[in-house]
């Protein structure tokens, strides 16, 4: 039998992941000189992380290096144990990278280290969804072979829609310019974001206005999505809940749905969108 793994930019609460038998590795975060361990909430208090976002924190993210990666997968590769780690998007960290170059460090350690990199394009929920779609397939007796089959096959239906609602946060990530920033701000111009087929953030709209800003990231999320009645849509949010409540509700009065589960925007994540992003998250169209 072969294990299935992430990482902490999957945002799924621990305890989710606890209960699917999946261990994660944690994204680390700096902030006000202290160095915090993303642990999707086993530890992490997220409210003051949040408070503190709200008020203009600016905290620093680190990918997982090769260090950690070796540390992690050799207690699997002693063991014998096949392993699928579902990653974060190699195009928005180089943890991706670092994960492969300690497989291949492993091989030379071990005669066959059966560790397998899945590389998903997507953040956040998008990248926890094909988590637990690989956990389901595995319950359902899927080889891990089948299983990778799968993840191969479908994750470019993985749609992620994002809007935020501070505009500093994307200055300093160099996605939009400080002059646009300053004047987005003055304008109450709210950016709209998705992933593209290289599983990076790219602004696609525009719209003036916050409760305008969630009508479009609710609207893009039915246009793509596909059997809606047969899937979970999963809506994440930086702090502010009473919006993720305002597009769930904007979303049950387009499209029955499976059900809609609402989760915390991940520390890691959050420090480059800033307090208020709402994010959905589902299965729909290939895009790209």
């Not at 924190?57 to 540390?71: C, D, F, H, K």
């Not at 998903?120 to 595995?138: F, Y």
């Not at 696609?204 to 059997?227: H, L, P, Y």
């Not at 509700?249 to 992003?277: D, F, R």
Request: proline fraction near 3%; include cysteine; hydrophobic fraction near 40%.
């Amino acid at each position: 039998m072969y294990e299935i793994v992430t990482d902490s930019c999957c945002d799924l609460p621990y305890q989710v992941l606890a209960e699917a038998k999946v261990e994660f590795l944690s994204m680390k975060l700096q902030l006000n000189g202290q160095e915090l361990l993303d642990d999707l909430g086993e530890t992490f208090d997220y409210a003051e992380y949040m408070e503190q976002l709200k008020n203009g924190a600016m905290p620093t993210t680190s990918q997982i290096n090769v260090g950690r990666y070796l540390e992690f997968f050799r207690s699997y590769a002693e063991k014998g144990i096949p392993v699928l780690y579902v990653a974060f998007s190699s195009g928005m960290s180089g943890s991706y990278n670092s994960a492969l170059q300690a497989v291949e460090m492993l091989k030379e350690e071990y005669k066959d280290p059966q560790i397998y990199v899945f590389d998903t394009k997507a953040a956040s929920i998008g990248e926890g969804l094909l988590v637990l779609e690989a956990v389901r397939l595995k319950k359902e007796g899927k080889t891990l072979e089948e299983t990778l089959e799968w993840l191969e096959q479908n994750y470019l239906k993985v749609h992620s829609w994002v809007t935020v609602d501070d505009l500093k946060y994307l200055e300093r990530g160099g996605r939009i310019s400080k002059a646009s920033a300053t004047l987005g701000s003055i304008l109450s111009v709210k950016p709209i974001i998705t992933v593209d087929e290289g599983g990076r953030l790219i602004n696609v709209d525009k719209v003036r206005g916050r409760n305008k800003s969630i009508q479009k990231v609710v609207d893009e999320t039915v246009k793509n999505i596909v059997a809606p009645l047969e899937q979970i849509v999963y809506i994440a949010y930086a702090g502010d809940r009473d919006s993720a409540e305002k597009a769930k509700k904007l979303l049950e009065e387009q499209i029955k749905m499976k059900e809609v589960k609402l989760y915390p925007l991940g520390p890691t994540i959050a420090s480059h969108t800033g307090y208020g992003c709402i994010a959905i998250f589902s299965m729909g169209v290939t895009r790209g």
